[in-house]
């Protein structure tokens, strides 16, 4: 327990020099740091265009009004770019070039975690940055709706987003770590993985029928990562979700850990 | 000539020497087509939208990405890179015309994403598509006309992206810009018989149309070719040498200012 507590309290300290670090980098040249801002607003500002162009011809889409599509879109927004800027832009987007050009051998040769040390040791901070402009738009929407946020339906919500977050961690890092097997020239593996969960956890649930509720429920489960916590903090959900999407979670991880492990004993160094 | 064959040969070889990134490339379009169709069939749910239908819907969102990979350009990341690194002093001392190095670059990869991807969007097409949307002989004719010359267009677009590295340290966000606004302007996220009026005027005027929108809408014929056909020509031709020339402008100043570091 001791030596845990020790392992833990040595990677949070590694992780704080990583995020000071990678500030000093990404702001040293501004003008760049303001453009990747620029960019990552624009995504999300893309997204909100999109749904507001739809709700001038409908009224609904699958049950959901504009105003509690537009909670979950800021709920997504926050959701996508807080993983783009902890793991994905300079953590698993950055994978395959590492394996192709022989750099993970720096990352396997130092007494730290890999996965740790590919996935978290720099943020990406436009991202992050951005993530305000979800929480903006989460806020607008709550006072347009007049939610009365009880909670106990705010804190499933959090748990739910928590346990997603981790999730799509999960699903980003197996998808990302094929690269060990599957050498491409281009970052393509991270991408397939970026581009399900960007593509699947902006949509209400309510969409899925059938079959695909199943497997997005239990398979691939990203309904748990934004719309099911939109719909708690709307209407409350059942306490089971908020079970599963903690057990999913957890399964995940395990495997993900799992996974990792031994794709990366299939490494071959391109002789540094 | 010779040896612009001999860089043909070589890029085409390398487009296929990677199979996870053809293989990858239908995975990453497969899911997002999915994403899409899931989504439009439950806002449609059995109404017309703008005067389209579901299933008229539904072929231009399939007809997006094969309207799309003949115009859709990455050259000015690698060109980015090759200013950033010093590594465009390669190509400054060989007697090789730097345009046309790099759209025979992408005519290469064009080449096997033809004979690769572009076969699976094809299935797709015909598995889905609806028996009471017809295409005529002309309408295809007209598209696959503006899917070339969308990567002409888009091609002096991305170089002038790319000469934006003599100057700005990173040229990959203007990549994403790029992709940003092609997502609105250009009709990837929808047609634009969705926007109102003014929106649509002001869109029509841009040159993104015409990547993906343009020949997506001339394929299953929302685009009328009486009505469009000759104002869509002029005004491409003003965008085509608009670009041609800011590019060569660009150019020539930032040669000027060039400085091999770290080569």
Same mark, same amino acid.
């Given at each position: 327990?001791?030596?845990?507590?020790? *392992?833990?309290?040595?990677?949070?300290?590694?992780?704080?020099? #990583?995020?000071?670090?990678?500030?000093?980098?990404?702001?040293?040249?501004?003008?760049?740091?303001?453009?990747?801002?620029?960019?990552?607003?624009?995504?999300?500002?893309?997204?909100?265009?999109? %749904?507001?162009?739809?709700?001038?011809?409908? $009224? *609904?889409?699958?049950?959901?009004?504009?105003?509690?599509?537009?909670?979950?879109?800021?709920?997504?927004?926050?959701?996508? $770019?807080?993983?783009?800027?902890?793991?994905?832009?300079?953590? %698993?987007?950055?994978?395959?070039? *590492?394996?192709?050009?022989?750099?993970?051998?720096?990352?396997?040769? *130092?007494?730290?975690?890999?996965?740790?040390?590919?996935?978290?040791?720099?943020? #990406?901070?436009?991202?992050?940055?951005?993530?305000?402009?979800?929480?903006?738009?989460?806020?607008?929407?709550?006072?347009?709706?007049?939610?009365?946020?009880?909670?106990?339906?705010?804190?499933?919500?959090?748990?739910?987003? %928590?346990?997603?977050?981790?999730?799509?961690?999960?699903?980003?890092?197996?998808?990302?770590?094929?690269?060990?097997?599957?050498?491409?020239?281009? $970052?393509?593996?991270?991408?397939?993985?970026?581009?399900?969960?960007?593509?699947?956890?902006?949509?209400?649930?309510?969409?899925?029928?059938?079959?695909?509720?199943?497997?997005?429920?239990?398979?691939?489960?990203?309904? #748990?990562?934004?719309?099911?916590?939109?719909?708690?903090?709307?209407?409350?959900?059942?306490?089971?979700?908020?079970?599963?999407?903690?057990?999913?979670?957890?399964?995940?991880?395990?495997?993900?850990?799992?996974?990792?492990?031994?794709?990366?004993?299939?490494?071959?160094?391109?002789?540094? | 000539?010779?040896?612009?064959? &001999?860089?043909?040969?070589?890029?085409?070889?390398?487009?296929?020497?990677?199979?996870?990134?053809?293989?990858?490339?239908?995975?990453? +379009?497969?899911? =997002?087509?999915?994403?899409?169709?899931?989504?439009?069939?439950?806002?449609?749910?059995? &109404? &017309?939208?703008?005067?389209?239908?579901?299933? =008229?819907?539904?072929?231009?969102?399939?007809?997006?990405?094969?309207? @799309?990979?003949?115009? !859709?350009?990455?050259?000015?990341?690698?060109? @980015?890179?090759?200013?950033?690194? @010093? +590594?465009?002093?390669?190509?400054?001392?060989?007697?090789?015309?730097?345009?046309? +190095?790099?759209?025979?670059?992408?005519?290469?990869?064009? /080449?096997?994403?033809?004979?690769?991807?572009?076969?699976?969007?094809?299935?797709?097409?015909?598995?889905?598509?609806?028996?009471?949307?017809?295409?005529?002989?002309?309408?295809?004719?007209?598209?696959?006309?503006?899917?070339?010359?969308?990567?002409?267009?888009?091609?002096?677009?991305?170089?002038?992206?790319?000469?934006?590295?003599?100057?700005?340290?990173?040229?990959?966000?203007? &990549? !994403?810009?790029?992709?940003?606004?092609?997502?609105?302007?250009?009709?990837?996220?929808?047609?634009? +018989?969705?926007?109102?009026?003014?929106? =649509?005027?002001?869109?029509?005027?841009?040159?993104?149309?015409?990547?993906?929108?343009?020949?997506?809408?001339?394929?299953?014929?929302?685009?009328?070719?009486?009505?469009?056909?000759?104002?869509?020509?002029?005004?491409?031709?003003?965008?085509?040498?608009?670009?041609?020339?800011?590019?060569? /402008?660009?150019?020539?100043?930032?040669?000027?200012?060039?400085?091999?570091? @770290?080569?």
């Amino acid at each position: 327990m001791k030596h845990l507590v020790t *392992k833990i309290k040595r990677y949070v300290k590694l992780y704080l020099i #990583y995020c000071k670090f990678s500030f000093i980098l990404n702001v040293t040249y501004r003008f760049s740091f303001f453009v990747d801002l620029f960019v990552e607003i624009g995504y999300s500002v893309v997204t909100v265009f999109f %749904f507001r162009i739809i709700y001038f011809q409908v $009224e *609904k889409i699958a049950g959901w009004s504009f105003n509690e599509l537009l909670l979950l879109t800021g709920i997504n927004i926050v959701f996508i $770019e807080l993983l783009v800027g902890f793991v994905f832009t300079w953590g %698993f987007r950055t994978l395959p070039e *590492k394996i192709n050009n022989g750099d993970m051998d720096f990352v396997l040769t *130092k007494p730290v975690n890999s996965l740790f040390s590919v996935s978290l040791s720099m943020p #990406y901070y436009s991202s992050l940055i951005t993530a305000v402009l979800g929480i903006a738009i989460v806020i607008r929407s709550l006072l347009v709706l007049d939610i009365n946020l009880h909670w106990v339906d705010f804190l499933s919500a959090g748990v739910m987003l %928590f346990s997603g977050g981790a999730t799509a961690f999960s699903i980003l890092a197996i998808i990302s770590s094929l690269s060990f097997k599957f050498v491409g020239r281009s $970052e393509i593996l991270p991408r397939i993985g970026l581009g399900f969960l960007t593509e699947y956890t902006n949509k209400p649930h309510h969409i899925f029928k059938g079959f695909l509720r199943k497997v997005f429920t239990f398979v691939f489960p990203v309904v #748990y990562m934004c719309s099911l916590p939109a719909a708690s903090i709307l209407n409350g959900v059942s306490f089971l979700y908020v079970i599963f999407s903690v057990v999913l979670a957890v399964g995940f991880l395990v495997l993900t850990i799992k996974t990792w492990n031994i794709l990366v004993r299939s490494y071959t160094s391109a002789s540094s | 000539m010779k040896k612009y064959c &001999q860089f043909f040969k070589t890029y085409l070889l390398v487009s296929t020497a990677y199979k996870v990134d053809i293989f990858g490339t239908i995975i990453r +379009e497969l899911i =997002r087509l999915f994403a899409i169709l899931i989504l439009w069939n439950a806002i449609f749910s059995s &109404q &017309q939208l703008s005067g389209i239908d579901f299933n =008229r819907m539904l072929v231009y969102f399939i007809s997006i990405p094969l309207a @799309g990979f003949p115009s !859709h350009i990455s050259v000015s990341t690698s060109l @980015g890179y090759e200013i950033k690194r @010093g +590594e465009l002093s390669n190509y400054l001392v060989k007697p090789v015309n730097i345009w046309i +190095e790099k759209m025979l670059k992408s005519f290469a990869f064009k /080449l096997n994403y033809l004979f690769t991807v572009a076969p699976f969007y094809l299935i797709i097409l015909i598995f889905f598509f609806p028996r009471d949307v017809s295409l005529s002989a002309v309408n295809i004719f007209v598209a696959l006309f503006w899917a070339f010359f969308g990567f002409l267009l888009n091609f002096f677009l991305d170089m002038l992206v790319a000469d934006l590295a003599f100057w700005f340290d990173e040229v990959w966000a203007f &990549q !994403h810009f790029k992709s940003i606004t092609f997502s609105i302007f250009g009709g990837i996220l929808l047609p634009f +018989e969705f926007l109102g009026r003014l929106l =649509r005027v002001i869109f029509n005027m841009l040159p993104f149309k015409y990547f993906y929108y343009i020949p997506a809408s001339y394929f299953i014929g929302i685009r009328s070719i009486d009505k469009f056909l000759v104002k869509d020509v002029i005004v491409y031709i003003l965008w085509l040498v608009l670009f041609i020339c800011l590019y060569k /402008l660009l150019w020539r100043s930032g040669v000027k200012r060039y400085e091999a570091f @770290g080569n």
